[in-house]
């Protein structure tokens, strides 16, 4: 794969990632991007995304969320065996392309430095990034600090989900 710009859902992208000015939490803001042009904007408020999409593209844009939401509660329920109570929202959509928008540079810059991937340990307190050598190493890491929720990136293609 080459060079990547941007973390991927669906086709559906965030550009011009920024922070907003909240004391209490922290919250973004960003261009929604699908098949390489911008749709619309999206604000997270403390009560929930906030979206300003192209009328035309809308029907298609909640296809792609609705098919990555499909696919990740199928996925919660075969780990866990039973129905998640947890109701997934296109909010949850934007949070997983939020993340992945932001582990992106980590993992490229680690990479550049000479780390073979990136592993993202989440706990109730926030999350933990670390940048690691090899496959082995994470094993070690995930052993040695009781890490039981951790999502780990070898390659690029892990920042392009399609479902």
């Known amino acids: 794969m080459k060079d990547l710009e941007h973390a991927s859902i669906n ?3 965030i550009h011009n990632l ?4 909240n004391d ?9 991007w699908m098949d390489g042009r911008q749709i619309g904007r999206f604000t997270e408020t403390e009560s929930g995304m906030e979206f300003d999409v192209e009328p035309d593209a809308e029907d298609e844009l909640n296809k792609r969320v609705d098919s990555y939401l499909a696919a990740v509660t199928e996925d919660d329920e075969e780990e866990s065996g039973e129905d998640e109570d947890f ?3 296109s909010d949850v959509f934007f949070e997983d392309l939020i993340e992945l928008e932001l582990y992106l540079p980590a993992f490229k810059e680690g990479v550049k430095e000479g780390y073979g991937c990136l592993l993202v340990n989440y706990t109730k307190e926030g999350v933990d990034v670390f940048s690691v050598e090899s496959e ?4 070690n890491i995930a052993r ?4 039981t929720n951790f999502q780990t990136f070898y390659e690029l293609d892990h920042f392009v989900i399609n479902c």
Request: glycine fraction near 8%.
């Open 11 to 13: 086709g559906v992208e």
């Open 87 to 89: 109701a997934m929202t």
């Open 144 to 147: 040695e600090n009781n890490l």
């Open 18 to 21: 920024a922070e907003q000015d």
């Open 24 to 32: 209490e939490t922290l919250l973004y803001s960003g261009d929604i």
């Open 136 to 139: 082995d190493e994470v094993e």
